[in-house]
């Protein structure tokens, strides 16, 4: 098989990195990584076949963050990097978006077709750039990928999910099992997988996709997976939903941890279609939802 020369953006990253890791063992592949400083020269891109594009600043939920900063990152380093692989010699372009890009809630379940509709700078950032991707005449024998993960997990991962896996370490009940939600999730693994797939696949067209395990879970059932993995039985309160919002709405007025908004964002549902993806792969993902959550919650034991 022909060697395929890789370059790289966001390699010390979290999916970077694993995704280096995934793809290291394979030796028809040779990865270059790709600086800021490197996109202002343009010949990083003169002996590539694939660039992948997983630079970008992430969606920031303490809302701290300058605006602007999603569309200097998001945009205009993305769009300098679609240029340069319009001009290169290089076959594929894949871009690790999010389906952030497409909605902030979910009523239903996401799919491609729904009428993007972004409220953050975050999100508005992201479907700039697949904008701006998808509305360059592309040259023949070229291809591109945009593709929107949802919430992403696995070794390294330090975001809410390891959060909640301390929580269930330290024996704390989990005080909101009364509100029934689904969420999808996505294990970096078969993140990665879709990423090997597009690098030697001839047979996929371009477009977006969304990217999300096969089953989606609720917060009671990921709680159980995490406890499981601990050795622990699952403790889940059933405390009545009234009383719940009648608390945080107590701290709306005082400032307490629960607000209504950080309940929202706990027990909302946000379920993810992959249905175009896995058509157009025609193979199975490498792991089951719960396979993943597994894998990561096994990661944590040593944090």
């Known amino acids: ?51 992948i594009h997983l630079a970008g600043k992430a969606h920031d939920l303490k809302k701290s963050s300058d605006p602007q900063e999603y569309y200097t990152v998001n945009f205009d380093l993305t769009k300098n990097l679609y240029d340069s692989f319009l001009k290169s010699d290089a076959k594929k372009f894949i871009f690790i978006s ?31 750039a697949e904008e701006y991707i998808k509305s360059q005449p592309l040259p023949e024998g ?51 997988f879709v990423i090997s797939e597009l690098i030697y696949r001839e047979d996929i067209s371009s477009g977006i996709y969304n990217v999300a395990d096969d089953v989606s879970l609720s917060t009671n059932e990921v709680v159980s997976i995490l406890s499981v993995s601990l050795g622990k039985k699952p403790a889940l309160w059933k405390i ?39 058509k157009a792969l025609n193979k199975p993902l490498s792991l089951s939802a719960e396979e993943g959550l597994k894998l990561t919650a096994n990661s944590f034991k040593n944090t």
């Open 1 to 51: 098989m022909t060697i395929k020369n890789i370059a790289l953006t966001g390699g010390s990253g979290f999916v970077g990195s694993n995704l280096i890791n995934y793809l290291g063992n394979q030796e028809q592949l040779h990865i270059s990584l790709i600086g800021r400083s490197d996109l202002l020269t343009s010949t990083f891109a003169a002996k590539t076949d694939v660039i």
């Open 98 to 128: 999010s389906v952030k890009a497409a909605a902030d809630s979910v009523e239903g379940s996401l799919d491609e077709n729904r009428l993007a509709n972004p409220v953050t700078p975050y999100g508005k950032s992201k479907l700039m």
């Open 142 to 192: 070229k291809s591109y990928y945009i593709l929107r993960p949802c919430m992403i997990h696995g070794p390294g991962n330090k975001g809410n999910l390891n959060l909640l896996y301390q929580v269930v370490k330290k024996g704390i009940p989990y005080p909101l099992a009364a509100f029934e939600n689904k969420r999808s999730f996505l294990s970096v693994e078969n993140l990665c």
């Open 240 to 278: 009545s939903k009234g009383f719940i919002q009648f608390l945080a709405k107590i701290g709306d007025k005082l400032h307490l941890p629960l607000t209504t908004e950080r309940l929202d964002k706990l027990t909302e549902s946000y379920v993810v279609s992959n249905n175009k993806l896995t």
